[in-house]
Nanobody, 119 residues
Framework: VQLQASGGGLVQAGGSLRLSCVAS????????KGWYRQVPGKERELVAG???????KYADSVKGRFTISTDNAKNTVYLQMNSLKPEDTAVYYC??????????????WGQGTLVTVSS
């Protein structure tokens, strides 16, 4: 069971990127928990996630600019990032609980995708 993140890259300030994170393997259940980001020397922080009842939650710094969504049929979680700022530069990680062949894997992290926003 793996989570594969993609979509990162270099973008100018004000631009947009869409991150994707797909679970691979014999997947029978996919419960996306959120996207996090980390810069060197700092702790990993929640960017966007799903709260109980399916509602979404966002870090104050990204509210109104980022949108998290999921397609459980495709075992994929997305992060649409608009109006990017240089301070959004980080490695972005996805997190999910996955059911595979009768086994639950909790808090599975994707490998990370680098987002660099130039000023």
């Amino acid at each position: 069971v793996q989570l594969q993140a993609s979509g990162g890259g270099l973008v100018q300030a004000g631009g947009s990127l869409r991150l994707s994170c797909v679970a691979s393997g014999s997947i029978f259940g996919f419960d996306a928990k959120g996207w996090y980001r980390q810069v060197p020397g700092k702790e990993r922080e929640l960017v966007a996630g799903f709260a109980s009842g399916g509602s979404t939650k966002y870090a104050d710094s990204v509210k109104g600019r980022f949108t998290i969504s999921t397609d459980n049929a495709k075992n994929t979680v997305y992060l649409q990032m608009n109006s990017l700022k240089p301070e959004d530069t980080a490695v972005y990680y996805c997190l999910a609980d996955i059911k595979s062949s009768g086994t639950y894997y909790y808090n599975v992290w994707g490998q990370g995708t680098l987002v660099t926003v130039s000023s």
